[in-house]
Every structure is written in C-alpha cells, then in structure tokens.
C-alpha cells in the first residue's frame, strides 16, 4: 500500500476517535487524538476544523482562530473553516470579549506566580461569568479558592469545567481534593441517626400520664420574661450576625467591584504610559533630527541655504562671491528632484568659469603680500580643477616671496614630480634649484 | 495536599488574539508524509 495512503488512513482513524471523544465531551482527549490525526495527514481538513472547534468550545478562542485559518489555507474551496470564522467575525464584540479573557487568564496567571492570589481572584471571578465555558481558568479559580481552603466555591467552578470538559483530568483531580474537604459535613449529617431506642414494654411497666399543673400569676410573668430573654438572645445570636453579614458582603462586594475597576483602570494606564513612553521617545529623536538639520552646518539645511545664496551671487553677477560659497557647498547632498538641475548646471559653469576667478583673487592677494590669503584663493581653484598646474606653481611661489622655502619646494616637487611634461616643470625646477 | 506553587506549573498563558498571527507562523505543519519525502530525498 502507499505511504501516503497509509497515512491518510491513520489520520483519518485518529479524526473519527477524536470525534467519538467530542461528542462524549472528552474534549482534552478530543484534542490528543486530533492532533495525532494531523501528524499522519495535515490535510486532514475535519480533523482539523474540529480541533478549532473544541478549542473554541474550552474558550480558546485565539487556538481556534489559528487553526481555521490554517485549515482555510490548506484548503481554500468548500471548507467549513470559512463559515466559522465568518460566524465569530459577525458577532459584534465577540472576539474583543474573547481576546479580553485570554488577557485577563493570563493577566491573573501573572498574579498567581506573583504572590497576587486576591487580585487574581477577582479578575478571574468577573472573567468566569462572562465566559463560564473557559476551562483553563475555571480550573485556575478553583486551585486558588482551594489554596485559601474555600472548597465550597472550588467546587463550583470544577463543576462548570466538567460540564465542557468531562473527562480533563486536573479537574477531576482537583475536585476530589475538593468533594474529600466538603463532603465530611453532609456524610456525618447523614450518619447521624436518631440516637433513642425503643424497647418493648413489659406487663407490669405503668404509663404514668402527664401530669397537670395549673400555671399561677408568677408563673406567668416568669414565663413572659423568660420568652423576652429568649428573644433578646436569639435576635443577638441569629437576626444581628446575619444582617451583618450581608452589610458586610454588600460591601464586600462593592470593593470586590472597586477593587477590579482600580485593575482595570490600572492596566489601562500602564499601557497608556507605556505608549506615551513611545511617542516621548518618537518625539526626542525627531526633534533631534531636526536640531541636527537645521543646526549642523554641514547639513543638508545648510547646503541649500548656500545654494541660494550662491544663485544670489549669480543674479548680482558676483562671480567672486559665488565662486567661494561654491567651495564651500557640499552638493553631494543636494539630492532634491527639482533642484538637481540648478545644481548640475552650477557645477559646470564653476568647473569652467569659477576656478580663474579664484586664481585671479589669489594673484590680487599675492601682489598685496597676503600669502595666505593667497594661497587659500589658489587652493580653492585647485578644489574646482584640480588639474590647474598654474594654480599649484603660484602656491609655491606665494611660499617662496613669504621666504617659506620648505612649503615652496613641496608645491615645486609636487609639479615637477607629477607634471613633468607641463610647462610649469622646467620653472619648478629653477625655483626649486634642483 | 495540593502544593500550590506546584500545581501552578501545570498552567501555560492562552493565546490572545493579537498573537494568533504570530502563532500561526510559528505552526508546525509537518506530517508524516512529510517526514518520509525528507527522508527519501536524503538517501
């Protein structure tokens, strides 16, 4: 026989128990043999659809979403997945009430490990009502009321969980720890037999009547009294406790309520200040960029700042001027579509026009006897062309009138090294002397 | 009786349904077909 179909076999042998056991409301053993049937055979779509039902049906609703979507996935035609998740998507609410509970399970789980047990107490009280189905927190509900030895209630909630899940078996191990602490009261009630016997009367026993006795003046009053003092006593002992006791639940109950608002109100803020702390951090970095941007004077701010004032220079044609801010420009960053253009264009008629302009004002600065000064306006020529030998000569030479002779040799060597062909070598070399 | 802090671990946090997405891609979908294909393609 083919794998595969032996496979397909098995799985669909586990999907049919798997079945058995859902419809007898085993559903923890619905859930084992189900995914088993998956393991031989993923496509095994029921299988599949009923695992998503079962866990829907202990109130895993977020389990159950999974596994439909999966099935709608494997199998996109003719799939029941489809209608159930259409079911759960119509029902208004559902899903958030849904999604809430898993929060709060969870959220009460976190308690529990905590040392938290009254606040997960509470939440898991208000979240059972809601949905009594959720067997997970059923049984989480009862092992605290059973910690705090209240097996009463531990009862209740294990009933409920047996109700969906019949045969899970911490449930049923839980509440014989619970049926052991609360059966005792009612089993001795029921051993409690009447304690009198009768034995046979014999021929000679004498049934003496009750006898009378008139009831005299003092008699009576005594019996009044005594009838008040009785009913002092029991309104004392009996009426006072149990008005008191439900004041005190009444109000127990308000807290209880109160105290799941503080809860609630608290989470919500914890995320609210979870968010703010998101958005202050969002906030200082964008304010960082934008003092970086706007600040820096490399950047990209600045850069277009220049620019402008660079086409300033053009429209008063100010060649001097636009030439040095051109220098200082870093337009590697201009990257703006609609500015490209005036960059580009910028660029080239520096390349051509902008560099002579320097070299001229270094000349100018030169005949004044402003070696730096020169030498700087010869420097930023040699920026915009680099192949301008002229420009490097006359830095060597502005050098050598300083009397800086060493600076003067290594702008000399740098020509007549790299530029031996030029026709500023053979004067290198004479300025140099070698 | 019951060791509560015991019994404790016996409870594992549900899937809420902001994490369905997450749990899906987490999925392992491998069969036993899948198993002997892999198997196969090694020998």
């Known amino acids: 026989m083919d794998t595969g179909m032996r496979n397909r076999q098995i799985s669909n042998a586990y999907y049919n128990v798997g079945l058995e056991k859902a419809k007898e409301r085993d559903l923890t053993g619905a859930v084992q043999v189900l995914k088993k049937s998956l393991r031989f055979h993923k496509y095994q779509t029921d299988a599949r659809n009923l695992l998503g039902l079962v866990y829907h049906e202990l109130g895993e609703v977020g389990a159950a979403l999974a596994q439909w979507i999966i099935s709608l996935n494997l199998q996109e035609e003719n799939n029941l997945a489809e209608g159930y998740l259409k079911a759960l998507q119509n029902s208004p609410g559902y899903l958030d009430m849904a999604d809430q509970a898993a929060k709060k399970y969870n959220q009460s789980l976190n308690y529990a490990r905590n040392e938290n047990e009254d606040l997960a107490v509470l939440l898991l009280m208000r979240m059972v009502e809601e949905m009594p189905n959720y067997v997970k927190a059923q049984q989480l509900l009862a092992l605290l009321y059973m910690h705090h030895e209240d097996y009463t209630k531990a009862g209740r909630c294990l009933f409920q969980a047996m109700k969906v899940d019949r045969y899970n078996p911490l449930t049923q191990r839980y509440m014989t720890i619970a049926k052991a602490n609360t059966g005792k009261a009612e089993v001795e009630k029921r051993k409690l037999k009447n304690a009198f016997s009768h034995r046979q009367m014999q021929d000679d026993d004498i049934i003496l009547p009750p006898s009378y006795k008139e009831n005299t003046g003092l008699q009576s009053v005594l019996n009044i009294l005594a009838g008040l003092v009785m009913g002092v006593v029991v309104v004392f002992f009996l009426v006072t406790p149990t008005i008191r006791d439900s004041i005190v639940s009444r109000y127990e109950e308000e807290i209880r309520q109160g105290l799941e608002l503080v809860n609630q109100k608290s989470l919500q803020i914890d995320e609210l200040n979870r968010k703010l702390e998101d958005a202050s951090e969002a906030q200082q970095e964008a304010e960082s960029s934008l003092e970086t941007m706007v600040n820096d004077s490399g950047s990209v701010i600045s850069q277009y700042q220049r620019l402008a004032q660079i086409l300033q220079a053009y429209r008063s044609e100010d060649m001097r001027t636009a030439a040095q801010l051109y220098v200082e420009t870093d337009f590697s960053v201009l990257t703006d579509g609609v500015l490209d253009e005036i960059g580009s264009w910028v660029q080239q008629d520096m390349a051509a026009n902008g560099y002579p302009v320097l070299e001229q004002m270094g000349d100018e600065a030169a005949a004044r006897g402003n070696t730096d000064q020169a030498v700087d306006y010869y420097q930023k020529s040699l920026q915009i062309n680099g192949g301008n030998i002229g420009a490097i000569f006359k830095i060597g030479m502005a050098y050598k009138n300083a009397g800086n002779v060493d600076q003067a040799n290594e702008f000399f060597g740098e020509i007549i090294m790299n530029h031996p062909d030029s026709e500023y070598a053979a004067q290198a070399k004479e300025q140099r002397g070698f | ?43």
């Open chain 2, 1 to 43: 009786m019951l060791d509560f802090e015991e019994e404790l671990k016996n409870f594992q946090p549900s899937m809420e349904i902001g994490n369905v997405e997450d749990a899906i891609g987490r999925e392992d979908l491998t069969d036993m077909t899948d198993l002997m294909v892999e198997l196969l393609n090694n020998k």
